[in-house]
């Protein structure tokens, strides 16, 4: 199915901003009592994680604790520019001061109390320190060597409670914030495919950052992270090696990774994530595009424009595609199909189908910003507030952060043409494309990776595509949720019927 492609753009639905001025008073508490306020700090203070990409509040806030004691340094320049940038511009200013203070206020109802970073002076200052460093792999104390966490996400492990106010919405919801945080993060990632950068990989200073770490590439380390390759399966991971499982090099010091991000983006070697003879052989098998968990149930008849960023967070496929109605037209009704990625897994993605590359291209969007009815402003039923933020809001990210879209035009004419987005959270908002328009892919082949930590992705049918989802509990032992564990690359998703 070809596809017309159009100059002009469809009008967009856009979160609603608050347009009046913030005053110097007290954060916002929306007519609640301190009793109400109390229970939903105390809910986002208890509630799950997803993917363990930041862990329990407590951690963050010993890792928040260590972090503060470590000497100031010289901020670098795209800091300093963020610095004056708020400080220059008397509405933004209040609104990030107000931020910081109404975390704080939401905080003080919990056993956590104070916050170690009180205020943007605080976030700045450590902020600057996360730049000098790579991702370690932090543990959940000084004598337990469990993945705590914190692995892909310092700086949002900052703005965890921050980016939850009514106030943080306003502050990320930024057109002028999101650039410059852009900016931020490209300066650390040319730290980070560096060769400096993979000391990570092999140091044994239980004290980065302050907090307790263990190398990557330590048994401990290794052994977690091979436990996460063999979720879905019955194998006990406990006879499989690192080496076993991924491309590298055992003899080098750094098992042949150049920098952490190398290390990041490894490769699993061909013979445990492959296309089987028989889903390769079958045009209607749909394959999955990442090692990633099932974030929710396919969701079908997804309008072609909706107001994503309310509760229910429902698809909008303009939104999320940014592209004319010539295109996104065609997946009016459609399906879409999400899962995320966590800590400890394989980055790359790969064709869910046979067929050619109609066109592909990067939408820059914004960072920190999460679902406000998933933040302390809105929730009212008993409904906690994410305390992984964003990690609940993904659906509504699907048309909000940075994106890498890929039509993909199947062989098999009962697919026809289909859409693949990777979304990057946090930190991580970079998504490399590795195919160009007009090449041919095989199902299972290579498409782009995520870079520098946790990500999301989705997978878009058009309307008509009748699909029969695996049955993920009985096939890979796990249930669609935040909660759900990870079905490998490659392996059977669906079938058209």
Not at 13 to 18: C, Q, S, V, W
Not at 80 to 102: H, I, P, R
Not at 308 to 316: A, C, I
Not at 413 to 419: A, E, N, R
Request: net charge negative; charged share 25%.
């Amino acid at each position: 199915m070809g596809c017309a492609q159009s100059n002009e753009k469809p009008k967009r639905k856009t979160p609603p901003e608050n347009t009046s001025k913030p005053s110097l008073n007290e954060a916002k508490d929306d007519g609640r009592s301190k009793k109400e306020l109390k229970k939903l700090a105390t809910l986002r203070h208890e509630r799950t994680r997803v993917g363990c990409w930041l862990p329990h509040a407590k951690k963050i806030d010993e890792f928040l604790k260590r972090l503060a004691k470590l000497p100031k340094l010289p901020l670098i320049e795209p800091i300093a520019e963020l610095k004056n940038m708020v400080n220059d511009d008397l509405v933004l200013k209040t609104s990030v001061d107000l931020m910081f203070k109404e975390a704080n206020r939401h905080r003080a109802l919990t056993p956590l109390g104070t916050a170690p970073v009180e205020n943007f002076e605080d976030f700045l200052q450590d902020l600057n320190k996360i730049m000098h460093t790579a991702p370690a792999f932090y543990t959940a104390g000084k004598n337990d060597d469990t993945a705590a966490g914190l692995i892909g996400f310092p700086v949002n492990a900052l703005l965890d409670w921050p980016m939850a106010t009514s106030h943080g919405h306003e502050v990320f919801n930024n057109v002028t914030i999101n650039k410059q945080f852009k900016k931020i993060l490209n300066h650390w990632s040319k730290f980070l495919v560096k060769k400096e950068s993979r000391y990570v990989l092999t140091t044994t200073n239980r004290d980065v950052l302050g907090a307790y770490v263990i190398p990557w590439l330590s048994d401990d380390a290794k052994k977690q992270v091979v436990a996460v390759a063999y979720q879905a399966t019955d194998i006990d991971p406990s006879t499989k090696s690192f080496e076993d499982v991924f491309q590298c090099d055992p003899t080098d010091e750094h098992y042949g990774f150049e920098s952490w991000d190398n290390f990041f983006v490894r490769k699993f070697r061909d013979d445990i994530r492959f296309v089987t003879p028989e889903d390769d052989a079958n045009d209607d098998v749909i394959v999955n595009a990442c090692e990633s968990a099932p974030f929710r149930k396919p969701a079908t008849k997804v309008k072609l424009s909706d107001t994503y960023w309310l509760k229910q967070q429902p698809y909008s496929i303009q939104d999320m595609m940014d592209e004319p109605d010539s295109i996104t037209s065609q997946f009016a009704g459609g399906t879409v199909y999400q899962a995320f990625l966590s800590a400890l897994s394989y980055h790359r993605w790969n064709s869910p189908v046979t067929g050619t590359v109609v066109k592909q291209y990067v939408i820059s969007g914004s960072y920190y910003l999460e679902n406000a009815y998933e933040g302390f402003t809105h929730p009212r039923d008993g409904d906690s507030p994410d305390p992984s933020a964003p990690n609940s809001s993904q659906p509504f990210l699907s048309a909000v952060a940075t994106r890498g879209i890929i039509f993909l035009e199947s062989d098999n004419p009962k697919i026809g043409l289909m859409c693949f987005i990777a979304i990057g959270m946090g930190e991580v908002s970079s998504c490399e494309i590795t195919v160009q328009a007009g090449q041919k892919v095989r199902k299972g082949e290579e498409l782009g990776m995520f870079h520098f930590g946790g990500s999301t992705h989705c997978l878009l049918f058009r309307d008509g595509v009748d699909l029969e989802f695996v049955d993920f509990e009985s096939t890979y032992k796990t249930t669609p949720g935040p909660d759900a564990t990870n079905v490998p690359v490659k392996a059977k998703l669906a079938t058209v019927k």
